[in-house]
Nanobody, 123 residues
Framework: QVQLVESGGGSVQAGGSLRLSCEAS????????MGWFRQAPGKEREGVAV????????TYAASVKGRFTISRDNAKNTLYLQMNSLKPEDTAMYYC????????????????WGQGTQVTVSS
């Protein structure tokens, strides 16, 4: 079992920055693939970024590449998402998730989820 708790969401103007954190606890969370996903009202949940267990491999959705950076500190069992140059279309509930085994970047392959943190970007 892995427990995940997100923090760091909030309201910001377009062009601003936010840093999300996700604290993991439980069974060897550092060995899990971890990702950030988001869901806007009326839209399907989508992948934002995924990071490999060792932290050296990362993938990003095309819509955030170059603006967002995913990272992890396994010593602190914490996942991060640095979000720069935010746009109104980034407004969504952001979730962190974890899975073991193989790499996937689709939400339905992730077993463990946090409760989400809201990000609102105004124009």
């Amino acid at each position: 079992q892995v427990q995940l708790v997100e923090s760091g969401g909030g309201s910001v103007q377009a062009g601003g920055s936010l840093r999300l954190s996700c604290e993991a606890s439980g069974n060897t969370a550092s060995t899990y693939y971890m990702g950030w996903f988001r869901q806007a009202p009326g839209k399907e949940r989508e992948g934002v970024a995924v990071i490999y267990p060792g932290g050296l491999g990362t993938t990003y959705a095309a819509s955030v590449k170059g603006r967002f950076t995913i990272s992890r500190d396994n010593a602190k069992n914490t996942l991060y998402l640095q979000m720069n140059s935010l746009k109104p279309e980034d407004t969504a509930m952001y979730y962190c998730a974890a899975r073991n085994g193989y790499y996937y970047n689709v939400w339905w392959e992730y077993k463990y989820w946090g409760q989400g943190t809201q990000v609102t970007v105004s124009s």
